[in-house]
């Protein structure tokens, strides 16, 4: 059997506390500034507070993993450098890393340090994942949520290092790595920046009919009547018209959450290492709860008792949930 | 104008799903009037799509190379089915061909033999670049959001190990791949039963905000912009800045007339503004963008600072 560890986000000081707390084997977590993929307003670590944050999981026995999965664009690389420098320094058990340039420094510079390969890399494939693997010493690939979990069996099968996969919170539709949507109306970039569908181009406004629409950089990304919860301008979560579609409707998908906690056994079954929860923008109060179910249902499997999924599925009461790709290719 | 006539003008692969007959007639026109110098060929978007017209590929190639112009053979951007990694793999080990490499599976497959880099690649700086280079890479073809000081820094990297170096200078940019079939599931389809219902919309399936407002365009997995990349009053800036290669992109207007502008302002023969005026005249109701290049909304068209 796997050894199923469960990774947690952890986007504030106190959300890391919380995670660990609740029963994390490890932590995810990156700096204040471009090089991860949450880089958003009030979240991620000072380098003080990674030195505090590394004392407090590994006196718990938790690792801590940092993030440098974005691509640096040319002239910027030394902000990657620095940060792996510093969080070399401070002891972090693993870097996760999607830009070969950063993967090859690393790899280089601080052979003794694990290297993860991030879903930002966008390897889908036994043989992309093997090319990280030989030249880079990757040890742990996060697999892209579009596969289904006879084919993460059969890539197991190939691949000489560990398979993590995201089992909760967002769902993101686009292939992770490979998507400008959001540069395209903002001029922030999802790869180079970290930045997503941004807090700071957002307004939500009142249209004369009494319905609302949400817009991101001042274009419509949906329309809620008043009757309608209004939803957070996503770009790939949006409605919109197509020819055959005059009507409106999601394009790429619906606003969604990925729970795969009836997946759990199969997922363990296939041979995935670790289960990592999305959410580095979440509140304490989220992380609370959601690692704790977890910590308990991946305990109850391992000791071959039936998980309480239940109270897994209470998490995202109210909001639609889905298996996503893992379930039945018909997704795709 | 000497420098700028070593500037060699390409004509990337076709991103949509045009007919056999569509793909024979635009390549023959390719072949005896547009002054492009180097065309990639292959499907890079769907699996689904090639068995349509890879018959005809020995054929265009042949067509193609008759006319003068070096012919690149382009691997899939997403490599996830059993079919996907076989046809990367077929085009990875063909020894005689130059390749441009969209997937780290073909990387690996063609491991240190000569290939080029792809857009998809996300060659974004000096670093990955050099890491590539030493690798087999030739050629590095630069992602389409770059903006301007970026690609001057990795141009001069890329230059000083010798390789070419390529930027998109006209089309709709691609903005995002995904496993799932946009196309298919806008008619209620799923990518397994599509019937290949992408084939409607040689330029791509509009997509409109519910106020109404042109923002994206569908095709198949891939999401495009809406405006087309026109980055042909940037030309010269780009390539004294080190690029070698400016990329044209299929779209379903007049390519050939499209190479022609391009050309012509390479060569000094017709002033960027008029020859700009003609480019939109040329892409149709397209709106065109540079916004990228100059570090904003990717959408928006950014006047150029003083006539050329």
């Given at each position: 059997?796997?050894?199923?560890?469960?990774?947690?986000?952890?986007?504030?000081?106190?959300?890391?506390?919380?995670?660990?707390?609740?029963?994390?084997?490890?932590?995810?977590?990156?700096?204040q500034?471009?090089?991860?993929?949450?880089?958003?307003?009030?979240?991620?670590?000072?380098?003080?507070?990674?030195?505090?944050?590394?004392?407090?999981?590994?006196a718990?026995?938790?690792?801590?993993?940092?993030?440098?999965?974005t691509?640096?664009?040319?002239?910027?690389?030394?902000?990657?450098?620095?940060?792996?420098?510093?969080?070399?320094?401070l002891?972090?058990?693993?870097?996760?890393?999607?830009?070969?340039?950063?993967?090859?420094?690393?790899?280089?510079?601080?052979?003794?340090?694990?290297?993860?390969?991030?879903?930002?890399?966008?390897?889908?494939?036994?043989?992309?994942?093997?090319?990280?693997?030989?030249?880079?010493?990757?040890?742990?690939?996060?697999?892209?949520?579009?596969?289904?979990?006879?084919?993460?069996?059969?890539?197991?099968?190939?691949?000489?290092?560990e398979?993590?996969?995201?089992?909760?919170?967002?769902?993101?539709?686009?292939?992770?790595?490979?998507?400008?949507?959001?540069?395209?109306?903002?001029?922030?970039?999802?790869?180079?920046?970290?930045?997503?569908?941004?807090?700071?181009?957002?307004?939500?406004?009142?249209?004369?009919?009494?319905?609302?629409?949400?817009?991101?950089?001042?274009?419509?990304?949906?329309?809620?009547?008043?009757?309608?919860?209004?939803?957070?301008?996503?770009?790939?979560?949006?409605?919109?018209?197509?020819?055959?579609?005059?009507?409106?409707?999601?394009?790429?998908?619906?606003?969604?959450?990925?729970?795969?906690?009836?997946?759990?056994?199969d997922?363990?079954?296939?041979?995935v290492?670790?289960?990592?929860?999305?959410?580095?923008?979440?509140?304490?109060?989220?992380?609370?709860?959601?690692?704790?179910?977890?910590?308990?249902?991946?305990?109850?499997?391992?000791?071959?008792?039936?998980?309480?999924?239940?109270?897994?599925?209470?998490?995202?009461?109210?909001q639609?949930?889905?298996?996503?790709?893992?379930?039945t290719?018909?997704?795709? | 104008?000497?420098?700028?006539?070593?500037?060699?003008?390409?004509?990337?692969?076709?991103?949509?799903?045009?007919?056999?007959?569509?793909?024979?007639?635009?390549?023959?026109?390719?072949?005896?009037?547009a002054?492009?110098?180097?065309?990639?060929?292959?499907?890079?978007?769907?699996?689904?799509?090639?068995?349509?017209?890879?018959?005809?590929?020995?054929?265009?190639?042949?067509?193609?190379?008759?006319?003068?112009?070096?012919?690149?053979?382009?691997?899939?951007?997403?490599?996830?089915?059993?079919?996907?990694?076989?046809?990367?793999?077929?085009?990875?080990?063909?020894?005689?061909?130059?390749?441009?490499?969209?997937?780290?599976?073909?990387?690996?497959?063609?491991?240190?033999?000569?290939?080029?880099?792809?857009?998809?690649?996300?060659?974004?700086?000096?670093?990955?670049?050099?890491?590539?280079?030493?690798?087999?890479?030739?050629?590095?073809?630069?992602?389409?959001?770059?903006?301007?000081?970026?690609?001057?820094?990795?141009?001069?990297?890329?230059?000083?190990?010798?390789?070419?170096?390529?930027?998109?200078?006209?089309?709709?940019?691609?903005?995002a791949?995904?496993?799932r079939?946009?196309?298919?599931?806008?008619?209620?389809?799923?990518?397994?039963?599509?019937?290949?219902?992408?084939?409607?919309?040689?330029?791509?399936?509009?997509?409109?905000?519910?106020?109404?407002?042109?923002?994206?365009?569908?095709?198949?997995?891939?999401?495009l912009?809406?405006?087309?990349?026109?980055?042909?009053?940037?030309?010269?800036?780009?390539?004294?800045?080190?690029?070698?290669?400016?990329?044209?992109?299929?779209?379903?207007?007049?390519?050939?007339?499209?190479?022609?502008?391009?050309?012509?302002?390479?060569?000094?023969?017709?002033?960027?503004?008029?020859?700009?005026?003609?480019?939109?005249?040329?892409?149709?109701?397209?709106?065109?963008?540079?916004?990228?290049?100059?570090?904003?909304?990717?959408?928006?068209?950014?006047?150029?600072?003083?006539?050329?």
């Amino acid at each position: 059997m796997s050894l199923a560890e469960l990774i947690c986000p952890a986007g504030t000081p106190a959300a890391l506390r919380t995670a660990v707390d609740a029963g994390a084997d490890a932590v995810y977590c990156g700096f204040q500034d471009a090089t991860n993929a949450r880089n958003f307003p009030g979240l991620n670590f000072t380098p003080d507070e990674l030195a505090e944050a590394v004392a407090y999981a590994h006196a718990r026995g938790t690792k801590l993993l940092l993030a440098l999965n974005t691509y640096p664009p040319a002239g910027k690389v030394d902000l990657w450098r620095q940060a792996a420098d510093t969080g070399a320094r401070l002891g972090v058990d693993s870097f996760i890393v999607a830009d070969m340039g950063v993967a090859d420094y690393i790899a280089r510079t601080y052979p003794g340090i694990r290297l993860h390969l991030s879903v930002q890399a966008a390897a889908s494939s036994p043989e992309a994942i093997r090319y990280y693997c030989e030249n880079f010493g990757v040890k742990r690939v996060v697999l892209p949520r579009i596969l289904t979990i006879p084919e993460i069996r059969q890539i197991r099968r190939e691949i000489p290092c560990e398979i993590e996969t995201f089992i909760f919170g967002n769902h993101g539709l686009m292939v992770e790595g490979r998507c400008s949507l959001t540069n395209y109306l903002t001029g922030q970039s999802t790869n180079m920046d970290g930045v997503c569908s941004p807090a700071s181009d957002v307004e939500y406004v009142r249209d004369a009919d009494g319905s609302m629409s949400s817009q991101l950089a001042g274009f419509t990304i949906d329309r809620f009547g008043p009757e309608e919860k209004t939803g957070y301008p996503t770009i790939c979560k949006g409605r919109y018209a197509a020819p055959h579609r005059p009507e409106g409707y999601y394009a790429f998908e619906e606003p969604i959450s990925l729970n795969l906690s009836r997946l759990l056994p199969d997922l363990i079954e296939a041979g995935v290492h670790a289960f990592k929860i999305e959410g580095r923008q979440r509140s304490k109060s989220y992380v609370r709860g959601v690692v704790r179910a977890f910590r308990a249902a991946v305990d109850d499997i391992k000791a071959g008792r039936e998980a309480n999924i239940a109270d897994l599925i209470a998490l995202t009461e109210g909001q639609k949930q889905t298996q996503g790709a893992f379930e039945t290719k018909k997704w795709r | 104008m000497a420098v700028k006539t070593m500037t060699k003008l390409t004509l990337g692969p076709i991103a949509y799903h045009w007919s056999a007959d569509a793909r024979r007639d635009f390549y023959a026109r390719i072949a005896d009037e547009a002054p492009v110098d180097e065309v990639y060929l292959g499907e890079v978007i769907c699996s689904k799509r090639a068995p349509f017209h890879e018959a005809d590929l020995p054929a265009t190639i042949e067509r193609l190379e008759r006319a003068g112009k070096r012919v690149i053979l382009s691997t899939l951007a997403e490599v996830m089915l059993k079919r996907e990694r076989k046809a990367t793999e077929d085009i990875a080990e063909m020894d005689s061909a130059e390749i441009e490499v969209n997937n780290a599976a073909g990387l690996f497959a063609r491991g240190k033999r000569p290939h080029r880099i792809g857009p998809f690649m996300n060659a974004y700086n000096e670093a990955t670049i050099a890491w590539m280079a030493g690798q087999g890479a030739t050629h590095v073809c630069l992602p389409a959001e770059m903006p301007a000081p970026a690609i001057a820094a990795a141009a001069r990297a890329a230059g000083a190990l010798g390789l070419g170096v390529e930027v998109q200078v006209y089309g709709r940019a691609s903005l995002a791949v995904s496993a799932r079939c946009y196309h298919a599931r806008a008619h209620g389809r799923t990518k397994d039963n599509c019937q290949f219902v992408c084939e409607e919309d040689s330029d791509g399936m509009p997509l409109r905000t519910r106020d109404d407002r042109p923002i994206l365009r569908v095709n198949g997995i891939q999401t495009l912009s809406e405006s087309y990349i026109d980055l042909l009053p940037e030309a010269a800036c780009l390539i004294a800045d080190g690029v070698t290669h400016l990329r044209l992109m299929p779209q379903a207007v007049d390519m050939v007339a499209v190479a022609q502008v391009f050309r012509d302002v390479l060569d000094g023969h017709v002033p960027t503004g008029e020859a700009d005026a003609h480019l939109a005249m040329l892409s149709g109701h397209a709106g065109l963008s540079n916004g990228f290049y100059h570090g904003t909304a990717g959408y928006r068209r950014i006047a150029a600072a003083a006539p050329a």
